[in-house]
């Protein structure tokens, strides 16, 4: 399975291609989108877009995760940074690949184990298990790759609750005595 993950942003966005092979994992590439900054928001967001949809055209990911922020600086940041994660995910919507959403706590407890840990904890461990000889630069490049081995693995956990949620009624009905 090959995953897009991305950490959003509207001056610089990082995105990483990590790919599961016999459970082994492997970064595929990884880099930054930075839109011109004296272009006015709509361009910025135009460029995004277009970058993550060249992205998913060349990679041709299974799956895209991006990370999901809860907090802003103020009302005016959140509402950019929603735009930008919008940007995100739309070229995923449009060629019909599932997507997914995770919090920096949901990353951090999925790599390291703890939901407070630093962003060099998470660094460590994202090098450690893409076998990566240095941290990548800058920061959102490692929290886009951290996102994407995040959803890795945790997609084996979904599928599981997918399947026993599609046999639920089943099951009820049985338990209830009726079948068929």
Not at 59 to 73: I, S
Not at 105 to 134: F, P, T
Request: some cysteine.
């Amino acid at each position: 399975m090959r995953v897009l993950g991305i950490d959003p942003g509207s001056r610089v966005a990082g995105y990483g291609i990590v790919e599961e092979q016999k459970g082994k994992l492997s970064a595929v590439a990884w880099g930054v989108v930075k839109p011109p900054q004296s272009k006015e928001l709509h361009h910025r967001l135009k460029y995004l877009f277009e970058a993550y949809a060249e992205l998913v055209i060349e990679y041709r990911p299974d799956e895209v995760a991006v990370e999901n922020v809860f907090f802003a600086e103020n009302a005016r940041s959140a509402l950019v940074l929603g735009h930008a994660r919008a940007a995100a995910f739309l070229p995923a919507l449009v060629q019909n690949i599932p997507f997914n959403e995770y919090t920096a706590l949901q990353v951090k407890k999925a790599l390291v184990g703890a939901g407070h840990a630093g962003k060099g904890q998470v660094a460590a461990m994202v090098c450690r298990l893409l076998n990566m000889k240095e941290i990548p630069k800058p920061e959102d490049v490692t929290d886009a790759l951290a996102v994407a081995v995040t959803h890795l693995h945790a997609t084996p956990m979904r599928r599981r609750l997918a399947m026993v949620k599609e046999a639920a009624p089943t099951v009820r009905r049985i338990k209830r005595g009726v079948r068929g």
